[in-house]
Protein backbone atom coordinates (compact mmCIF):
# COMPACT_ATOMS: atom_id res chain seq x y z
CA UNK A 1 0.00 0.00 0.00
CA UNK A 2 1.48 2.96 -1.08
CA UNK A 3 -0.07 6.41 0.96
CA UNK A 4 2.79 9.28 -0.22
CA UNK A 5 2.39 11.63 -1.89
CA UNK A 6 5.00 10.85 -4.53
CA UNK A 7 3.78 7.50 -5.09
CA UNK A 8 0.35 8.78 -5.61
CA UNK A 9 1.70 10.50 -8.49
CA UNK A 10 2.60 8.02 -10.18
CA UNK A 11 -0.58 6.50 -10.70
CA UNK A 12 -1.16 4.04 -7.89
CA UNK A 13 -4.57 3.53 -6.09
CA UNK A 14 -5.52 2.67 -2.95
CA UNK A 15 -7.66 -0.10 -3.01
CA UNK A 16 -10.89 -1.54 -0.76
CA UNK A 17 -8.30 -4.25 1.00
CA UNK A 18 -6.11 -1.27 1.78
CA UNK A 19 -9.19 0.99 3.46
CA UNK A 20 -10.43 -2.50 5.15
CA UNK A 21 -7.07 -3.24 6.40
CA UNK A 22 -6.69 0.36 7.82
CA UNK A 23 -9.97 0.01 9.65
CA UNK A 24 -8.84 -3.47 10.96
CA UNK A 25 -5.99 -2.52 11.92
CA UNK A 26 -7.43 1.46 13.28
CA UNK A 27 -10.21 -0.73 15.34
CA UNK A 28 -7.26 -2.99 17.20
CA UNK A 29 -5.76 -0.01 18.48
CA UNK A 30 -8.68 1.38 19.80
CA UNK A 31 -9.33 -1.45 21.60
CA UNK A 32 -5.99 -1.87 23.41
CA UNK A 33 -6.11 2.15 24.67
CA UNK A 34 -9.64 0.72 25.79
CA UNK A 35 -7.90 -1.70 27.53
CA UNK A 36 -5.23 0.29 28.43
CA UNK A 37 -8.01 3.09 29.88
CA UNK A 38 -9.93 0.19 31.65
CA UNK A 39 -6.42 -0.25 34.06
CA UNK A 40 -6.45 3.07 34.59
CA UNK A 41 -10.10 3.40 35.79
CA UNK A 42 -9.28 -0.13 37.97
CA UNK A 43 -6.15 1.55 39.80
CA UNK A 44 -8.20 4.51 40.02
CA UNK A 45 -6.10 7.23 38.91
CA UNK A 46 -6.79 7.39 35.11
CA UNK A 47 -4.69 9.22 32.12
CA UNK A 48 -4.07 11.97 34.82
CA UNK A 49 -4.71 11.35 38.25
CA UNK A 50 -1.35 11.73 40.85
CA UNK A 51 0.74 9.07 41.38
CA UNK A 52 2.42 10.82 45.05
CA UNK A 53 0.65 11.54 47.93
CA UNK A 54 0.05 15.19 50.04
CA UNK A 55 3.31 15.02 51.00
CA UNK A 56 5.13 13.96 47.64
CA UNK A 57 5.65 10.24 48.41
CA UNK A 58 4.68 7.97 46.09
CA UNK A 59 0.96 5.72 46.56
CA UNK A 60 0.99 2.62 48.28
CA UNK A 61 -2.63 1.85 47.46
CA UNK A 62 -1.90 1.60 43.76
CA UNK A 63 0.73 0.08 41.39
CA UNK A 64 2.53 2.91 40.01
CA UNK A 65 4.61 0.52 37.08
CA UNK A 66 1.02 -0.53 35.75
CA UNK A 67 -0.13 2.56 35.53
CA UNK A 68 3.02 4.23 34.41
CA UNK A 69 2.98 1.27 31.54
CA UNK A 70 -0.86 1.78 30.81
CA UNK A 71 0.19 5.26 30.30
CA UNK A 72 3.00 5.39 28.47
CA UNK A 73 1.16 2.68 25.91
CA UNK A 74 -1.56 4.59 25.55
CA UNK A 75 0.47 7.86 24.69
CA UNK A 76 2.18 5.73 21.92
CA UNK A 77 -0.54 4.78 20.49
CA UNK A 78 -2.99 7.83 20.95
CA UNK A 79 -2.72 9.34 17.47
CA UNK A 80 -4.52 12.90 17.30
Keep these: MKMTGENRAEGSEIT ?11 DE ?6 AYHDVLEDQG ?7 VDAEGYPRADVN ?5 DARHNISCKDVQ
Design 16 to 26: MDDVKNLIKKK
Design 29 to 34: IEEQIK
Design 45 to 51: VGVEGPL
Design 64 to 68: LYTIR
